[in-house]
């Protein structure tokens, strides 16, 4: 599985932006899709995720009622609407995937594929 991320980019503080992550190769309905982020010094922390087939939704405390995560399996696409963005979210984001959904769902060493991140930078 290979993932692509985009999307990214500079947004004032309360703007919005919508980020894109595209699998390609066989991806079943049990997957987890997930989005982390890094800012730079800091580890890499959990953001949000699903499960493709659906019935599974999480969230980070720090997004949650601010992002959105969402799927288009015919698209092989999961997306990230962020709103009211602050300066405190600028990081690198990226998408991640493993075949089973897990509890463990917000540890990236449950991940095995990652893409190769978008950088959102928040500022006026």
């Known amino acids: 599985v290979q993932l692509q991320a985009s999307g990214g980019g500079l947004v004032p503080p309360g703007g919005s932006l919508r980020l894109s992550c595209v699998a390609s190769?066989?991806?079943?309905?049990?997957?987890?899709l997930a989005w982390f982020r890094q800012a730079p010094g800091k580890e890499r922390e959990f953001v949000a995720a699903l499960r493709r087939g659906g019935g599974r939704y999480a969230y980070a405390d720090s997004v949650k009622g601010r992002f959105t995560i969402s799927r288009d399996n015919a698209k092989n696409t999961v997306y990230l609407q962020m709103n009211s963005l602050n300066p405190e979210d600028t990081s690198v984001y990226y998408c991640a995937a493993r075949v089973r959904w897990t509890l463990n769902f917000g540890m990236p060493s449950e991940y095995n594929y990652w893409g190769q991140g978008t950088q959102v930078t928040v500022s006026s």
């Open positions: 190769g066989d991806t079943d309905s049990d997957y987890a």
